[in-house]
């Protein structure tokens, strides 16, 4: 079996090191991916994806992916390699955002001996090791402009050429980026290529953030608490009902990412609390009050809905430096016993460590409460 060397940007170490990439045969399928269902779920506009990554997935065409960060385009990147004729032949990743632009295109187009000082020999660039496979372009965006036209070059042609190099090479391949930018706004800006936006994008897919998937989250978790399992060598109970309703309220702003590193922090942690915890802080932390801008507004209603806000974050913040002890939270507040526990009621905080209130009380106290 021909095997070729692929070479991968380590910037922890600032140097390059050698993982091989197979040419031929089986041996080179990415690594396992989960099954369609789980990677498409079941809402409509994935299902609508599904579809035609089915009818694209054979054709070879330049595809661009776009998605905010953690959405999966990595992850459909490879589903779209493994679904093509090019199965057995090399996906090769490119992070674009994560080489300097001064190295980017040696590491992308490769370089002839002698062609700057430190190249002893000639080495091939990711373009070649991806011949006859799938070329990923992952941050596009990133790349800079004088680079971009290097690149048209290879997507008209097929041909490229090596760094210090005199005659042109030529490769067969497939190109799919991605970018969690709007291009449009890139190219208005002077940023990105206008005709190399036309070449990478024969085929645009959209794929939606967690938030807007949100009966998709239960098998997702289900998925990230196994493979954790496993990984971490531990045991962890399947989450409770009102746990996986406290998710499907987040606003998930790291995407699928998010919710994969919140399970492995669940694995490790063994426990609920602290994730629940974790997302009620967030939410009524990092969530702004819409406050309206046009006709007449009530300021006495608006001003109290702000200082509820605040006085939660407040109860909320001294109940878990309290270890949710309620009379030492009482005392720390200057508070009575009784009025802190009308509070977190009113407040719809949950009346101990653990616990979690009916879905209609843990998005907020109702209006008629605020009024009072």
């Known amino acids: 079996m021909r095997r070729a060397l692929a070479l991968k940007f380590d910037l922890n170490k600032g140097d390059m090191a050698t993982t091989a990439i197979s040419k031929t045969g089986a041996g080179n399928r990415t690594a396992s991916l989960p099954p369609a269902s789980l990677i498409f779920g079941r809402t409509a506009a994935m299902q609508t994806t599904r579809m035609k990554v089915d009818k694209v997935a054979s054709s070879g065409v330049p595809i661009l992916i776009q998605g905010d960060s953690g959405t999966g385009k990595g992850l459909l990147a490879k589903f779209i390699h493994q679904l093509s004729p090019k199965l057995n032949s090399p996906f090769v990743k490119v992070n674009c955002a994560a080489i300097p632009g001064a190295l980017l295109e040696s590491e992308l187009f490769g370089y002839e001996k002698g062609a700057f000082t430190g190249a002893q020999t000639a ?5 070649e090791l991806a011949d ?17 036209a290097k690149l048209l070059q290879l997507l008209q042609d097929g041909q490229f050429f090596r760094i210090g190099g005199q005659e042109d090479m030529r490769v067969e391949l497939r190109v799919i980026c991605a970018t969690n930018r709007r291009l449009e706004a890139e190219i208005a800006s002077g940023r990105f290529r206008q005709d190399l936006f036309y070449r990478i994008n024969v085929v645009s897919i959209e794929l939606p953030p967690l938030r807007s998937r949100v009966e998709d989250i239960p098998e997702l978790v289900a998925h990230f608490l196994q493979i954790h399992r496993v990984r971490h060598n531990m045991e962890a109970r399947p989450l409770s009902a009102s746990a996986l309703h406290l998710l499907s309220k987040h606003s998930w702003p790291g995407n699928i990412r998010e919710l994969e590193n919140l399970m492995e922090r669940y694995v490790i942690l063994g426990s609920e609390d602290a994730i629940s915890s974790e997302l009620l802080n967030w939410e009524y932390t990092h969530t702004p009050r819409e406050i309206p801008v046009e006709g007449q507004i009530h300021l006495k209603k608006v001003t109290r809905q702000a200082i509820d806000d605040l006085e939660r974050k407040i109860i909320l913040s001294v109940l878990e430096a309290n270890h949710w002890n309620r009379k030492r939270t009482a005392s720390a507040l200057r508070i009575s016993y009784r009025a802190l526990l009308y509070k977190i009621r009113r407040a719809g905080l949950p009346r101990k460590r653990g616990m979690h209130l009916p879905p209609a009380q843990i998005i907020s106290p109702s209006p008629a409460a605020r009024e009072n």
Do not use: A, N, Y
Not at 123 to 127: D, F, L, Q, S
Not at 132 to 148: A, K, P, V
């Open 123 to 127: 080495k091939p660039g990711r373009v």
């Open 132 to 148: 006859g496979g799938t070329l990923f372009l992952d941050g596009i965006d990133e790349m800079d402009i004088s680079l971009q």
